[in-house]
Every structure is written in structure tokens, then in C-alpha cells.
């Protein structure tokens, strides 16, 4: 079956655009996270969902990101106003539940210039 | 958060060597998952294992919850184990190591 995809794979901005970062869970998946990896660095969380809602949002590093699910499928992750920190890969993931086994997705490789 | 650690940090590997990577974790968890990165970026599930132990052909995992680790076990490496592993805890939303970065050569 389908796995986790991301579109799109690479994004370059210019420092100050908007940009927006779309994520497909596998089918079924009530749960769905978002992750930040900086260059060589583990990954750290951003955000959660449950279906449609946003139950979590720690993780996220300024009000110029945010992200929604509004039919509880896909998720779209927006940063606002870029800003060249915000490089990094954002990689999504989604499990059947909370507390069960993440898949994660391939991933979007973000480059501010 | 849940802090975790991981060690060596970096591992080379002669071909067809066997190595066990560690990870340390703060706190009791009820999610705990290894992962392989690919030079891609791509993480690849190896094993889901908040506890015991699990095998996988040459990969083999085991988690002492009560005692806050968990090893993963690489026999007979190859060229293709490169990469770098991470380990990764919950509840939910999962907090990663820094990962060891393992090169085997041929």
C-alpha cells in the first residue's frame, strides 16, 4: 500500500516569501505529526493532529508557522515570511493512533536564500 | 521532554563485522522505534519496540524499559548498513537522539 508523501521534495524561497509544504498519511491514519530535521541533527517535533484537530503545537518555533488538516487527511504546513533558520528538511509522519508506530514520509528539503 | 542519548556517536565498520549501537532514555515510554536514514533523507522503520526484544534477519533489537535503554544489534554488516541510525521514544509525538552515523567498508 501507499506510504507517507510530501510535496514538494525541494523548495527553494527567497528569504521573506511564504511557503507551503503538503503532506499525504496513509489512508486511515487518525494521527499525523510534523517534524523538523536541521542539517545534521535528529528530527524534532513541530506539531500534532487528530483527524482534524490540532491538539499540539509546542513544537512549532514562531507564529509564522502554522499548519492545518481540515478534513483530517492531508496536512499542509505554512511558514510565513521565511527566514534563512527555517532551512531544513520538515518531514511528516502518520500512525493509527497516538501512541502506536510513526511512518514518516520522504520529506521536504527547505532552503532559504 | 524525554531526553535520549545515543552512542558511539560515529562507527566504521570493516565489512562482515558485527556492532551494537545504545540508546539511553530519561524517562519511562511507551513508544519506541529505531530508524535507518538513507543518504536520501528517507527514515526507514527497523523496528517498533517499547520493550523485549525482536529480530529482523541481521538486525536485532532489545529494550530493557525498566533499566531506560535499548540496543540495536548489527551482525554481518554490509556496505548497505551505512547511514545513520536513530533511535526515537514517546508517548507520541517521539524524541529523537542525535543519531550514530555507522560507514562500513568494503
Known amino acids: 500500500g501507499a506510504g507517507v508523501s510530501q510535496s514538494p521534495r525541494y523548495k527553494v524561497a527567497k528569504r521573506g516569501q511564504d511557503v507551503a509544504l503538503r503532506c499525504d498519511p496513509i489512508?486511515?491514519?487518525?494521527?499525523l505529526f510534523w517534524y523538523q530535521q536541521a542539517l545534521g541533527q535528529g528530527p524534532e517535533f513541530l506539531t500534532y493532529f487528530q483527524n482534524e484537530a490540532q491538539l499540539d503545537k509546542s513544537g512549532l518555533p514562531s507564529d509564522r508557522f502554522f499548519a492545518e488538516r481540515p478534513e483530517g487527511s492531508v496536512s499542509t504546513l505554512k511558514i510565513q515570511r521565511t527566514q534563512q533558520e527555517d532551512s531544513a528538511v520538515y518531514l511528516c509522519?502518520?500512525?493509527?493512533?497516538?501512541?502506536?508506530?510513526?511512518?514518516f514520509g520522504p520529506g521536504t528539503r527547505l532552503t532559504v536564500l | 521532554g524525554i531526553q535520549v542519548e545515543q552512542s558511539p556517536p560515529d562507527l566504521i565498520l570493516q565489512e562482515g563485522a558485527n556492532s551494537t549501537l545504545r540508546c539511553n532514555f530519561s524517562d519511562s515510554v511507551n513508544n519506541l522505534q529505531w530508524f535507518h536514514q538513507n543518504p536520501w533523507g528517507q527514515l526507514i522503520n527497523l523496528f517498533y519496540i517499547p520493550s523485549g526484544t525482536k529480530q529482523n534477519g541481521r538486525l536485532s533489537a532489545t529494550t530493557v524499559a525498566t533499566e531506560r535503554y535499548s540496543l540495536l544489534y548489527i551482525s554481518s554488516s554490509q556496505t548497505t548498513d551505512s547511514g545513520v541510525y536513530f533511535c526515537?521514544?514517546?508517548?507520541?509525538?517521539?524524541?529523537f537522539g542525535a543519531g550514530t552515523t555507522v560507514t562500513v567498508r568494503a
Open positions: 489512508s486511515g491514519h487518525v494521527s
Open positions: 509522519a502518520s500512525s493509527p493512533n497516538y501512541y502506536n508506530e510513526q511512518f
Open positions: 526515537a521514544v514517546g508517548p507520541g509525538k517521539l524524541s
